[in-house]
C-alpha cells in the first residue's frame, strides 16, 4: 500500500467530473486501499479519488471512532438513490480544504447503490455522521467541494486564505 498526495483547493483537479468505473478490478482495489491508509494517515473520516488526482468515481470511508473500531467501506460509481425529507446541519471539514470548517445542511438520511470491493452491486442506508460523509464524498466526484454549498462570500474568503497558505509555501529562490 502507498500514501498518496492529498490535492488541496483551489486546484482545478478538485472541480473535475469524475469517470465511472468500468469495473473494479485488481487497480481500483490497489486504489481503494491506497486512499484507505492515506485517510487513516491524514487522519480523515472519508476520502474521494478526485482528492489524490484520480478523476474516477471511487470513495472510501470510515465512520470508527479509532484503530481498534475500523469500518471500512470502499464504493465504486456510488449513487443516492433516495434521500430523506429532513435535513440536519452537520459542521464539515474537508481534507483538501486544511483547517477551515463549516455547517452543511443536507438530507438527515440517504439510500447509496453502488459497487464494491468484489465487483458486487450493493446498497446502503446510512443516517447520522455516515449520510454526511457519504454525500460529502459523492460531491467530490462531480467537482462539489463543502465549501460550495456555503455562501459565495464565506466561500471566497476561504479560498483566499488557502491560496495564501500556497504561495506562502512555496520556497522563494
Ligand atoms: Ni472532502
Known amino acids: 500500500m502507498a500514501l498518496l498526495p492529498i490535492l488541496i483547493a483551489p486546484d482545478p483537479k478538485l472541480k473535475l467530473k469524475a469517470v465511472r468505473v468500468a469495473a473494479v478490478d485488481e487497480s ?3 486504489l481503494m486501499d491506497d486512499m484507505l491508509e492515506t485517510m487513516y494517515a491524514a487522519p480523515g473520516i472519508g476520502l474521494a479519488a478526485p482528492q489524490v488526482g484520480v478523476s474516477q468515481r471511487v470513495i472510501v470511508v ?3 471512532k479509532d484503530e481498534n473500531d ?9 449513487e443516492i438513490i433516495w434521500v430523506s425529507d429532513d435535513d440536519t446541519p452537520y459542521e464539515e471539514g474537508c481534507l483538501s480544504v486544511p483547517e ?3 455547517a452543511v445542511v443536507r438530507p438527515s438520511a440517504v439510500r447509496v447503490r453502488y459497487v464494491d470491493a468484489q465487483n458486487e452491486i450493493r446498497e446502503m442506508d446510512a443516517d447520522g455522521l455516515l449520510a454526511t460523509v457519504l454525500q460529502h464524498e459523492i460531491d467530490h466526484l462531480d467537482g462539489i467541494l463543502f465549501i ?4 459565495s462570500l464565506k466561500r471566497n474568503m476561504i479560498l483566499r486564505k488557502l491560496l495564501k497558505n500556497k504561495k506562502e509555501a512555496v520556497p522563494v529562490r
Not at 148 to 151: A, I, R
Open 70 to 78: 475500523r469500518q471500512p467501506v470502499r464504493m465504486a460509481n456510488p
Open 148 to 151: 460550495d454549498h456555503l455562501s
Open 28 to 30: 481500483i482495489r490497489r
Open 100 to 102: 477551515h470548517y463549516a
Open 62 to 64: 470510515d465512520i470508527g
